[in-house]
């Protein structure tokens, strides 16, 4: 090991908190502050699962509404004609708005030149985008929740309770009694 020096300014790196070895005061506000954090699982975990089903909902509710082509535009360049707008969809892709193409077909729907049925259109695929967004956080919080379930095992079984039983009987390391012979004990033994 190293010689523990301790910096002028009075911020101690080498603290026996930097090498794992909490102060009995500083044990404590880690215990304090995690009881604070466990307190706020419930609802956390409670409005999340809420909240999923919401984005579900939501995106189940614009899927009739989104179109999953992207915009292609004709004479746009053309000397007295007016742009043309297109909707062109991926090969064998189907559209909620368009329907579904032929087999081994893509879809090509014809919006034209009207800017209300263009602005219909665009609102359409900014749909679709926003539906990808939703499902993405839908996702990404469905597996948080799912791995919320793990990590919590976990961290049961790392301060030696069964995940498995309602009560918190603490099974692997109770302490011994008195009266009888003590196993060597390196955790007991580490404690100031
Ligand atoms: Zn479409």
Redesign the pocket.
């Known amino acids: 090991m190293s010689t523990t020096i301790v910096p002028e300014n009075g911020d101690c790196h080498h603290s026996p908190a930097a090498t794992g070895d909490a102060t009995g005061a500083e044990r404590q506000l880690h215990i304090a502050e995690a009881i604070t954090l466990a307190a706020r699982l419930p609802e956390a975990l409670q409005e999340t699962g809420i909240y999923v089903e919401q984005l579900a909902a939501r995106a189940a509710q614009l899927e009739r509404q989104t179109?999953?082509?992207v915009p292609y535009w004709r004479d746009q360049d053309a000397p007295g004609r007016r742009p043309k707008l297109y909707?062109v969809?991926g090969v064998g892709q189907p559209?909620p708005?368009?329907g579904a193409p032929a087999p081994g077909r893509r879809?090509r729907?014809y919006i034209g030149v009207d800017p209300h049925r263009q602005q219909a259109a665009f609102a359409a695929l900014e749909r679709h985008t926003h539906r990808q967004h939703l499902l993405a956080e839908r996702q990404r919080l469905a597996w948080a929740l799912r791995d919320a379930r793990i990590a919590l095992r976990r961290l049961l079984r790392d301060l030696g309770y069964d995940p498995d039983t309602p009560l918190n009987t603490r099974r692997p390391h109770d302490p011994p009694e008195e009266d009888l012979p003590r196993p060597p004990d390196p955790l007991r033994r580490a404690r100031p």
């Open positions: 179109c999953t082509g909707l969809h559209c708005l368009h879809l729907t």
